[in-house]
Each structure stands twice: as C-alpha cells, then as structure tokens.
T-cell receptor, first 111, second 114 residues
C-alpha cells in the first residue's frame, strides 16, 4: 500500500462549482499534512498546511480526519486559475525530515 | 526571496555516462530532498539529507547516490545513466521546527538519457 494515495482525476468542473479532493495516508503516526499546487511544467508550491482543527484560506478549506487517516481539500467558487494538479503531502515522522507526496489530483476548470 | 536553484533546466546524456545534478539553497535549511517526477507516478523520493554529510534513502534510491558536503548544496549522482532514468528531477529544501515546515522546490531538471 502506498504511504499517500490520491485519486488522480482528472476532475473537470465548471467555473463557480465546488470541488473536493481526498487523500489517504497509511502511517497513523504522521504529524504534518499539507496541500501543494503544481501548475503545468512548474515546480510544486505550498497551497496550505492542514491543521487538526481544520483551516480555511479564502475559497480553500483543508481538513484532517485522524481516525480515518485522510485529509481533504475543498475549493469553493472555483476559478479558471484553479486548474492545476493538487498534491497531498505528509510528513510521516515527528521530526521534520522525510516528506512524502501523493501522486496528485488533476483539476481542470472549464468556462 | 527564498531560492532553490538547480544547475540545469535541461540535460541530455548518453547511456552509461556519470551524471551530476546540483542543487543549491540560500535559506540555511537543514533538510534537502531529491525527487523524480514521472507522469502518473507523481513525485517519488530518491534520497534526502537532514544535515551535512548525512543522507537517507528514499523510496527509489537504486542507481543513484547523493552528496552533501556543505549545508547549502545537495548533489544527485547517476552513477551510470540508463534510459529508464529519463525523468524530471526536482530538488527541495525545508527547515525544521514550527516555522520551517514549507518545502521549497527548484525549477526542475529535465533529464533525457539516450
């Protein structure tokens, strides 16, 4: 079983729609969780960290479910510029060393 | 502005050549990483380093080695390049502690082995 698993998509949704992705992780001792965004032919960049209590940043909401070992990303009122690949990232140890990426979920927003 | 710089954007090498990919960061980060990214497989960790001269294998270390002689520089070495090592290689660095949790990436090196 992969340490971090994501639905690869693609998710193809109309502008203005709400879309949600999940990501599951296998190591119950994982401490830190993140969502990264990667545009075509670019390097990944941090979108947001995921906190135990959940967090929101504008149209983006991230949540953590430790019992079921998954994190989620919700995008409301999607924009054309949200088209990208969204990568789930897990730091499986208590120290800030190894970080594991999911294979990414591709999102395409259509006009 | 934080920066992770990879020495080349594009490289073409021949099978059997020894290949060096260099990565430099200017953020005084303890942790540095080498990933390769292939369609449908996402980013796979090759090696990482948490301190000078310290290294740990990632998920796919076979055919690769690394060197970290200075804190700011992390090199990936393909001992004898093969065509299945054709890929996009991404270097990242990351600090430690509550304030150093974001990983910053270089722009990537697209390596083609012919």
């Amino acid at each position: 079983r992969k340490e971090v698993e994501q639905d690869p998509g693609p998710f193809n949704v109309p502008e203005g729609a709400t879309v949600a992705f999940n990501c599951t992780y296998s190591n119950s001792a994982s401490q830190s969780f993140f969502w990264y965004r990667q545009d075509c032919r670019k390097e990944p960049k941090l979108l947001m960290s995921v906190y135990s209590s959940g967090n929101e940043d504008g149209r983006f909401t991230a949540q953590l479910n430790r019992a079921s070992q998954y994190i989620s990303l919700l995008i409301r009122d999607s924009k054309l510029s949200d088209s990208a690949t969204y990568l789930c990232v897990v730091n499986p140890y208590s120290s800030a060393s190894k970080i594991i990426f999911g294979s990414g979920t591709r999102l395409s927003i259509r006009p | 502005d934080v920066k992770v710089t990879q020495s080349s954007r594009y490289l073409v090498k021949r099978t059997g050549e020894k290949v060096f990919l260099e990565c430099v960061q200017d953020m005084d980060h303890e942790n540095m990483f080498w990933y390769r990214q292939d369609p449908g497989l996402g980013l796979r960790l090759i090696y990482f380093s948490y301190d000078v001269k310290m290294k740990e294998k990632g998920d796919i270390p076979e055919g690769y080695s690394v060197s970290r002689e200075k804190k700011e520089r992390f090199s990936l070495i393909l001992e004898s390049a093969s065509t299945n090592q054709t890929s996009m290689y991404l270097c990242a660095s990351r600090g430690i502690g509550a304030t150093g949790r974001e990983a910053f990436f270089g722009q990537g090196t697209r390596l083609t082995v012919v």
